[in-house]
């Protein structure tokens, strides 16, 4: 035995693979909620994350291939309409960045297939302490608590560290849900109030963007994720528990919102806000007009128009997921990503309710996204980096518990006895 080890000396500082590799995931949810330049530094750090990985290897299940064939024939859309469009300024750029989003959805799916529940839970709990980063931002903005606060506002909305209101808030909807959950598994009020607080600051986040798709995205969400979990509840008690407390939060709730609606600044802009229909909406070149525009073009476009060409013909973009797709894309990419919605929605909706360990983030990030692709008929949300991140959990989640699934039939079944010879 050494004098070094003889003397206790410690042993030097160790750090594995497998912690340096979801480290790094980890912290590029945790920088995500500042995207206000690209590339962001998430982008970054996914990059390495993604290059680290491809090193030191990630498996790609059977389950996976369906989404995994949809995104590269969305993505193969967008490749070959650029050839339309190539010689205009930031096409190339876009197809780029939207073909390395859609890289991340594939990775976080990969990703998940393996440690499923140690990684699920990494990945809830540092985007819910980046949402609570976010929100804070949007309150600092919106009251002007600092010098400099004006930056986290655009138009007198709150968007925290991000360009857009209107992707700031949705961003905040599935790390709220992850903490209504955990409302209903709360069994001590010191638990209660850890969790309130946090979601106070990312609900007031979501509120002072005054995105009314992002506040009926979030009560839709709520809604159904309240409704999964309620189903997968192993007793009538715990499911009156969860109405009890989902009656409590939403009183809460309603509480926060009457506390900032008595702010006169506060007020005035959410009574311009709350109407159903702004004068963007309206008329033959309002919102829903460019909608019957481009649904009429992309009918007798199969290659579509190429990238930003609709903007320029009507000076607006046609603020729909799945029509931009097939104007952007083609009928190849168009076509994809319906399948992929359908796909996802089905194979979801089969998985969700299986009784595994990482069964409540799956049904957040499960009812998160469903609803999302719901609003992606008002706005485009191909580029949204947490469309990617939620569309890649809910395909990692579906490979593990279909996995799970055919090991727990598996040892369920019993074994035929091989004959004896006699």
């Known amino acids: 035995m050494s004098q070094a080890r003889a003397l206790g000396a ?35 750090l996914f ?58 959805g594939v990775f976080y799916a990969l990703f998940l297939a393996d440690r499923t529940e140690a990684r699920a839970r990494l990945i809830a709990n540092a985007w819910v302490v980046a949402a609570v980063f976010g929100g804070a931002l949007a309150i600092i903005g919106y009251f002007h608590l600092g010098p400099g606060s004006d930056k986290f506002l655009l138009y007198g909305r709150a968007k925290g560290a991000f360009k857009d209101p209107n992707v700031y808030a949705p961003y905040l909807i599935f790390p709220a849900l992850i903490l209504i959950q955990r409302l209903y598994a709360a069994d001590r009020l010191r638990q209660l109030i850890f969790i309130l607080i946090p979601l106070g600051v990312i ?36 499911r009156a528990r969860i109405l009890l407390i989902c009656c409590g939060a939403a009183v809460c709730a309603a509480l926060l919102i009457l506390v900032l609606l008595s702010l006169p600044s506060v007020s005035n802009l959410f009574a311009e806000r709350a109407s159903l229909e702004q004068g963007y909406d309206v008329g033959r070149y309002g919102r829903f007009g460019r909608h019957l525009l481009g649904a009429q073009i992309a009918l007798v476009q199969p290659l579509g128009i190429g990238i930003y060409e609709f ?83 809910t395909w990692g989640l579906i490979a593990a518990t279909a996995r799970h699934e055919k090991r727990r039939v598996g040892a369920a079944t019993p074994r035929r006895m091989a004959p004896t010879a006699n």
């Open 47 to 104: 990059v390495l994350a993604i290059v680290l990985f491809s090193l030191t290897g990630l498996t790609l299940p059977r389950t996976l291939l369906p989404f995994v064939t949809l995104v590269a024939l969305y993505q193969l859309g967008a490749v070959l309409t650029l050839s339309l469009v190539i010689s205009r300024p930031d096409t190339l750029k876009w197809t780029i960045v939207g073909v390395f989003l859609a890289v991340t």
């Open 311 to 393: 903007a320029r013909l009507f000076g607006s973009d046609v603020h729909n997921t799945y029509l931009n797709a097939f104007l952007s894309y083609g009928w190849l990419g168009g076509i994809s990503l319906v399948a992929l919605v359908i796909v996802t929605a089905i194979y979801g909706g089969r998985y969700v309710l299986s009784p595994t360990p990482w069964r409540p983030v799956f049904i957040c990030a499960y009812s998160t996204w469903l609803v999302l692709m719901m609003e992606a008929w008002v706005i485009d949300v191909d580029h949204w980096r947490h469309q990617w991140a939620l569309l890649g959990i």
């Open 203 to 238: 609900v007031s986040g979501i509120f002072l963007s005054f995105s009314r798709g992002s506040w009926g995205h979030l009560i839709a969400s709520a809604a159904l994720m309240t409704g999964l979990t309620i189903l997968a509840s192993p007793s009538p008690a715990r």
């Open 10 to 44: 410690p042993r030097p500082l160790t750090i594995g693979v497998e912690t340096l590799r979801e480290g790094l995931v980890a912290l590029a949810v945790l920088t995500s909620f500042v995207v206000m330049f690209e590339p962001a530094p998430y982008d970054l």
